[in-house]
């Protein structure tokens, strides 16, 4: 578990902010496709999906390599707007607000979802899990003035 622990905590740096949202979704989507969805890079660390939703503005699929916290045995996912930490609200919740239902691949199966945004009760008690899950987003969310988005991506 050490490797985990130093993986955490270089992900917690600002640095790191910086840098990871130019370069871990552009990898993982390129591996994706080279792999017809069979490998997720991010995934060796934490579980992952790739979200299809449509654009909020232009209407467009688009396409976001996310890390995931699997529910009911695979069956729901929750999926947290971090944005690494950084000040705004990742592109992509924007669009799940505009447009709920979208497209996960897991595991190399492309599944229909609702995206639904937590709130209250049950975001905080999702809230935790998380951090149990990822101890870094407690840092992500010191680091912002937002209260960071998390959806429950539920099958259709």
């Given at each position: 578990m050490r490797?985990?622990?130093?993986?955490?905590?270089?992900?917690?740096t600002r640095?790191?902010?910086?840098?990871?949202?130019?370069?871990?979704?552009?990898?993982?989507?390129?591996?994706?496709?080279?792999?017809?969805?069979?490998?997720?890079?991010?995934?060796q660390l934490?579980?992952?999906?790739?979200?299809?939703?449509?654009?909020?503005?232009?209407?467009?699929?688009?396409?976001?390599?996310?890390?995931?916290?699997?529910?009911?045995?695979?069956?729901?996912?929750?999926?947290?707007?971090?944005?690494?930490?950084?000040?705004?609200?990742?592109?992509?919740?924007?669009?799940?607000?505009?447009?709920?239902?979208?497209?996960?691949?897991?595991?190399?199966?492309?599944?229909?979802?609702?995206?639904?945004?937590?709130?209250?009760?049950?975001?905080?008690?999702?809230?935790?899990?998380?951090?149990?899950?990822?101890?870094?987003?407690?840092?992500?969310?010191?680091?912002?003035?937002?209260?960071?988005?998390?959806?429950?991506?539920?099958?259709?």
């Amino acid at each position: 578990m050490r490797g985990a622990r130093v993986v955490q905590k270089m992900s917690s740096t600002r640095g790191f902010a910086r840098v990871a949202p130019h370069v871990v979704p552009a990898l993982d989507r390129v591996v994706h496709r080279l792999t017809r969805g069979r490998v997720l890079l991010s995934a060796q660390l934490l579980p992952g999906v790739v979200l299809t939703s449509t654009g909020a503005r232009s209407g467009l699929a688009r396409r976001t390599p996310l890390a995931c916290m699997a529910e009911d045995g695979g069956r729901a996912w929750i999926v947290v707007g971090s944005n690494f930490g950084r000040p705004g609200h990742p592109a992509w919740s924007h669009n799940l607000l505009a447009h709920p239902d979208a497209e996960v691949n897991w595991k190399g199966q492309d599944i229909p979802v609702t995206a639904l945004l937590l709130a209250g009760e049950e975001r905080a008690a999702a809230w935790r899990a998380l951090l149990a899950f990822w101890p870094p987003y407690a840092t992500y969310q010191a680091r912002v003035e937002r209260e960071i988005r998390v959806f429950r991506l539920v099958r259709r």
